[in-house]
């Protein structure tokens, strides 16, 4: 029955897994778009018809590999979580915008943004889980008159 009633730690752990290898994810997309080179993903930026598309190239790649290593050390999870979750709604909002969510393709369009979002506003709730630099630096003692 201890199956069905998780404790505290393996729940923890549980949240780590997920953190950890979401992050990673989030640092292999922004690394592809960053090695294929600024310029290449402006360019498939701008033909989505985005304002300013150099300026936001540049924040999608350092939002993914930024975001995607506060995740995977569990620094600032909360915080990564909120941004991931405003990074991945604009992606879907300008990717997806007038598209029906259900299609004659199976499955659910837009499904793996719809799964990030969701993941990064779980982050929000649960915090960085078991192993982290948040639950680590929480654990130090506050340090007066240094």
């Known amino acids: 029955m201890k199956f069905l009633h998780p404790s505290p730690t393996s729940s923890a ?3 780590t897994i997920l ?3 979401f992050g990673a994810l989030l640092m292999v997309h922004g690394f ?3 090695m294929a080179g600024h310029a290449a993903f402006a360019a498939s930026v701008a033909a989505m018809g985005v304002q300013k598309p150099e300026i936001v190239a540049w924040l999608v790649i ?3 590999l930024g975001l995607g290593l506060l995740l995977v050390i569990g620094a600032l999870t909360r915080v990564a979580g909120f941004l991931a979750a405003i990074l ?4 879907w909002f300008v990717t997806e915008a007038g598209k029906p969510l259900l299609t004659d393709k199976s499955g659910v369009n837009a499904e793996l943004l719809i799964i990030y979002v969701a ?9 960085p889980g078991a192993l982290s630099l ?3 630096l929480a654990r130090q003692p506050a340090r007066h008159g240094r």
């Open 88 to 91: 991945f709604a604009g992606i």
């Open 32 to 34: 592809q778009k960053f």
């Open 119 to 127: 993941i990064s506003i779980a982050f929000v709730f649960l915090g």
């Open 134 to 136: 948040d639950r680590k």
């Open 19 to 21: 953190r950890v290898v």
């Open 62 to 64: 350092a939002g993914e």
């Open 13 to 15: 752990r549980g949240v």
